[in-house]
């Protein structure tokens, strides 16, 4: 059974509650103006460190949505996060560092080919896409979370693909 966010820390027999759909929330924070951001960070390539961001996140019932690699002796991660100022106080009370980026938010048929022309636009529009993370995915459509060297030319480029209120202004 997943585990959820209790007094002492986590509580692994109560079942996890969806309070808050992280993306819908980062997207309806960008409609009130304010800038969606992905948050980088590097962590040793050991055992608990994972543990150790997602314990901190939990414990002050911060939702967020990640992904992580590895290389050699350190990896990074990437994640959005429901509430991006207790993400930001959470991480500096821990002492992590990190990086918050501007970000948009694209959909994607679910479908051969969709990335193959999503990004053909953005290279073709001279746009550099360094960070992408998937943030849902259904049979149909797949969402994802992408981050730019020039937004305004990537919002052109990709037109409806962007998702209402992802855009940094």
Known sequence: MASRPGRRGIQASEPIRARRDTLAVAARRGEEGHPMS???????????????LCETMAVRGINVVLSAMTRAEGGSVAFIADDEAAAQAALEDEGLAYVMRPALTIRMENQPGSGAATFRKLADAGVNADLLLPVRVSDELFFAVICVDDQDKARLALGAQVVPGSLAS
């Open 38 to 52: 992905v948050f980088t960070m590097d962590l040793a390539n050991q055992p608990g460190e994972l543990a150790r």
